[in-house]
Nanobody
């Protein structure tokens, strides 16, 4: 199991940007696909983006495509989520996850504690 710690959340006005980071423990970081999910109050957890172990494959939810960019630095054991043109509906707790299979990222048993992103009108 991988230990994950997110950071970078905060309060931003609509149209602004934030960059989330997720630092992972362990020596096999590049073996894992990494993903970002979010959960708003009263709603189910929602997939946001994922990236393969080598970084060559990325997948995005339609709601964030063109605004968010996922990337990773395997030398730093860190995955990032650059969020631009933020909207109030992006407000949620954002979680990162690690899994061997990018296609089944939601089944991961390795999750961070979450970081709050709040987008004001």
């Amino acid at each position: 199991q991988v230990q994950l710690v997110e950071s970078g959340g905060g309060l931003v006005q609509a149209g602004g940007s934030l960059r989330l980071s997720c630092a992972a423990s362990g020596r096999t970081f590049s073996s894992y696909a990494m993903g970002w999910f979010r959960q708003a109050p009263g709603k189910e957890r929602q997939f946001v983006a994922a990236i393969s172990g080598g970084g060559g494959l990325t997948v995005y939810a339609d709601s964030v495509k063109g605004r968010f960019t996922i990337s990773r630095d395997n030398a730093k054991n860190t995955v990032y989520l650059q969020m631009n043109s933020l909207k109030p509906e992006d407000t949620a707790v954002y979680y990162c996850a690690a899994h061997y299979n990018i296609a089944t990222m939601a089944e991961s048993d390795s999750w961070g504690q979450g970081t709050q992103v709040t987008v004001s009108e």
